[in-house]
T-cell receptor, first 115, second 114 residues
Framework: AQSVTQLGSHVSVSEGALVLLRCNYS??????LFWYVQYPNQGLQLLLK??????LVKGINGFEAEFKKSETSFHLTKPSAHMSDAAEYFCAVSARRGNTGKLIFGQGTTLQVKP | NAGVTQTPKFQVLKTGQSMTLQCAQDMNHEYMSWYRQDPGMGLRLIHY???????DQGEVPNGYNVSRSTTEDFPLRLLSAAPSQTSVYFC?????????????FGPGTRLTVL
């Protein structure tokens, strides 16, 4: 069965510092990989996804993530944090086979950005 | 396009009451789904639909019913509300049934069951 683990339920960084949010997955076959962001009292918005091809994926708002098959990881990074990046971030996976469309989510990581 | 819309935004129910959470999308998406979000647990799939007239259960379906009579609408029914159903509910849609396709989420319905 697939699962997703996000290391750290809360991450705090200073404005301008590097953002690193960790995500590891467990799956017999590498899945499709997603990062979503949720701003307070809003729905989820896709940041980026990996389906095939280049393993370094660039998303919106300056975020990027790298799929590392050997490490079963898909960590999210941003070189310089902005106050507006404060939100909850979810890593999710979807199986390459089947058609249920089921997204399996991690527990979420709340990013705090300090001035 | 309005995208994925959900009503109501907030709802308070008493134990045993029933209600329907509405979800609509105007993107002609084949696939629609319902998730619930609980603190520390991420989002969990309740029910999903791969097209009009076709629905199936997700990982936490008990206490919920769905139907899909049109492509646009996918309502979620709580038959007899319980405090354990206090949660934030999100509807999502996707253009195709392809697993790598992006899912678009609605703004959510915050439900409290007393």
């Amino acid at each position: 069965a697939q699962s997703v683990t996000q290391l750290g339920s809360h991450v705090s960084v200073s404005e301008g510092a590097l953002v690193l949010l960790r995500c590891n997955y467990s799956s017999s076959v590498p899945p499709y990989l997603f990062w979503y962001v949720q701003y307070p009292n809003q729905g989820l918005q896709l940041l980026l996804k990996y389906t095939t091809g280049a393993t370094l994926v660039k998303g919106i708002n300056g975020f990027e993530a790298e799929f590392k098959k050997s490490e079963t990881s898909f960590h999210l990074t941003k070189p310089s944090a902005h106050m507006s990046d404060a939100a909850e971030y979810f890593c999710a996976v979807s199986a390459r086979r089947g058609n249920t469309g089921k997204l399996i989510f991690g527990q979420g990581t709340t990013l705090q950005v300090k001035p | 396009n309005a995208g994925v819309t959900q009503t109501p935004k907030f709802q308070v129910l008493k134990t045993g009451q029933s209600m329907t959470l509405q979800c609509a999308q105007d993107m002609n998406h084949e696939y629609m789904s319902w998730y619930r979000q609980d603190p520390g647990m991420g989002l969990r799939l309740i029910h999903y639909s791969v097209g009009a007239g076709i629905t199936d259960q997700g990982e936490v379906p008990n206490g919920y019913n769905v139907s899909r009579s049109t492509t646009e609408d996918f309502p979620l029914r709580l038959l007899s509300a319980a405090p354990s159903q206090t949660s934030v509910y999100f509807c999502a849609s996707r253009r195709t049934t392809g697993q790598g396709d992006t899912q678009y989420f609605g703004p959510g319905t915050r439900l409290t069951v007393l």
